[in-house]
């Protein structure tokens, strides 16, 4: 009787994980290169397919599905945006519908800065540069990410569009694609369904893994003004100073270059302690330094003539 049981309840289990295996994969995906990936954003609810649940890896993704994928996986929105009215499709695409299924995808990947192109068809067939270029648009704007200042070569780059040649270099770079065995990119050939999902995968786990560029504060505009006080005959006080929005700021001299009989004072803002609050009061800041009194001090070039004791321009290393 004990064994019995221990039978059933072991065919039980085999027949549930056999059932939860065929609920999350479609049908026509097995042992493709992009299988998992596939099946694991079926799984999250980004993909689905058809009637058959069947999805079609080997099939030419078009425009409208592209885009409709990438805005979905990528989970970008305009939320942030207020309409005086609402905005349709043919606002910003000649030849897309506006109450079709893929329309709020185009107008979300427009406001997003995606570069969707104007005069899209929605059943145009998207190749495999122009989706890694809108690709890599909707990883930015998850946050500013570092990359590792290198060229990758690819044995095609001369097919390339030299407008999407950055993004792939970046996703190439981030791991999101891979080149062939041979080293080519195939940037001109339609980019396969099953393709386009595991490069979503990859995206999507690269933005989830890898923390942005922290944010700078927002740099102000500065108005500054010099002035110069004698030391002794040989020696002169040089001050800049100007005004900033709280007290966090300051400036300080970075650099002094000579030309001629000039002294070129470079002047650098000093952002204030993200970790503090500071009160937002005007205030003033300055900062000095000592020049030769022969020479004439001035500004530095970025800031117009250099005869003027004041200008709007500030230096950051």
């Known amino acids: ?21 065929s609920v999350w994969a479609f049908k026509d995906v097995k042992n ?36 409709s994928l990438i805005v979905k996986g990528l989970d970008i929105n305009i ?11 043919s606002d910003y ?9 893929y329309s709020q995808a185009f107008i979300i990947a427009n406001l997003n800065g995606l570069e969707i192109p104007k005069t899209i068809k929605a059943n145009d067939i998207m190749t495999r540069e122009q989706f890694a270029h809108h ?39 981030s791991k999101v694609v891979t080149l062939d065995s041979s080293n080519k990119f ?12 595991g490069w979503l995968y990859d995206a999507i786990t690269f933005v989830k893994e890898t923390a942005p560029i922290p944010t700078q504060p927002e740099q102000p505009s500065l108005d500054l003004k010099l002035s110069i006080e004698a030391v002794n005959p040989q020696i002169n006080k040089v001050t800049v100073s100007t005004q900033v929005g709280h007290p966090g700021y300051s400036i ?46 001035v500004l530095s070039q970025s800031m117009g003539s250099s005869e003027s004791s004041t200008g709007k321009a500030f230096i950051i290393n």
């Open 186 to 197: 195939y940037p001109k050939k339609a980019i396969l369904r099953g393709d386009a999902a």
């Open 32 to 67: 493709d290169v992009n299988e998992h990936k596939i099946n694991e954003l079926k799984k999250l609810g980004i993909l689905s397919g058809d009637k058959h649940d069947r999805f079609n890896p080997k099939g030419k993704l078009t425009y409208a599905e592209g885009v």
């Open 252 to 297: 300080r001299i970075a650099s002094i270059g000579f030309e001629g009989d000039q002294a070129i004072i470079n002047v650098e803002l000093v952002l204030p302690d993200p970790d503090k609050m500071y009160p937002q009061v005007i205030t003033d800041v300055s900062t000095s330094t000592y020049v030769d009194a022969k020479l004439k001090p």
């Open 93 to 101: 695409y000649t030849n897309l519908k506006d109450n079709a299924w």
């Open 135 to 173: 690709l890599f648009k909707a990883m930015m704007t998850k946050g500013d990410y570092a990359f590792i200042e290198i060229f990758m070569q690819l044995e095609d780059a001369a097919d390339v569009n030299k407008t999407y040649m950055d993004s792939i270099q970046k996703l190439l770079i």
């Open 79 to 89: 939320d942030h945006i207020r309409f005086i009215k609402e905005p349709k499709a």
């Open 1 to 21: 009787m004990k064994r019995r049981l221990i039978l059933t309840m072991t065919l039980v289990a085999m027949m549930l994980f056999t059932l939860g295996q």
